[in-house]
């Protein structure tokens, strides 16, 4: 029961994500771009900190405390490595 709850979740999350990532920048797809552009373009590090804020809440919702902090965890990093590579590039 717990357990495909949460499954569910993140396909949810997963369908989230990756429309996210797909509208991410018109015109090309992530796998076109070179990393020099991805880590670059502005678009692409709202999309990572949107990510991952998306992550980190999403992880508000799940019981379990394992996967809690594997989703937080993962939010934040997304999160703190949009920020640092905009810290760096401006
Ligand atoms: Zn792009």
Do not use: E, Y
Not at 16 to 29: C, D, E, T
Not at 68 to 74: I, K, M, P, S, W
């Amino acid at each position: 029961m717990n357990s495909a709850k949460s499954r569910s979740g993140s396909l949810a999350l997963c369908a989230l994500l990756s429309a996210i990532s797909a509208s991410a920048h018109p015109g090309h797809s992530l796998s076109d771009a070179t990393p020099g552009h991805l880590l670059s373009s502005p678009d692409h590090l709202a999309v990572l900190a949107l990510g991952g804020v998306a992550l980190w809440f999403a992880g508000r919702f799940v019981q379990r405390q394992l996967p809690r902090r594997l989703l937080q965890g993962a939010g934040m990093a997304a999160v703190l490595t949009a920020a640092l590579i905009w810290g760096v590039r401006t």
